[in-house]
Nanobody, 120 residues
Framework: QVQLVESGGGLVQPGGSLRLSCAASGSIFSINEMGWYRQAPGKERELVADISGGGRTNFADSVKGRFTISRDNAKNTVYLQMNSLKADDTAVYYC??????????????WGQGTQVTVSS
């Protein structure tokens, strides 16, 4: 079975930085898209950033210029570097991956979520 495990959330002051990590483990043939979503209280889950298997990245307008996304294919891991954090970035952050357990099938997987709180 495939499992995604996130780490790196926490409490940070406005203007600070955090780095989130999400590692996939289990039966993995390949991984296409990797991404990060977030959900703030009372709001819908939204895409923060994603990265294709070829390294093409996409960011929500609200985080452009402040967040970067990267991946380490050897470690089946995706990272989200968050700089210049604002109170509006406070949310539960979820990683998401499109994983091929075999060469014939693929499925979308989600991490358990990690809380990011930006507050003074």
């Amino acid at each position: 079975q495939v499992q995604l495990v996130e780490s790196g959330g926490g409490l940070v002051q406005p203007g600070g930085s955090l780095r989130l990590s999400c590692a996939a483990s289990g039966s993995i043939f390949s991984i296409n898209e990797m991404g990060w979503y977030r959900q703030a209280p009372g709001k819908e889950r939204e895409l923060v950033a994603d990265i294709s298997g070829g390294g093409r990245t996409n960011f929500a307008d609200s985080v452009k210029g402040r967040f970067t996304i990267s991946r380490d294919n050897a470690k089946n891991t995706v990272y989200l570097q968050m700089n210049s954090l604002k109170a509006d970035d406070t949310a539960v952050y979820y990683c998401n991956m499109r994983i091929w357990p075999t060469r014939w099938t693929n499925q979308e997987y989600w991490g358990q979520g990690t809380q990011v709180t930006v507050s003074s």
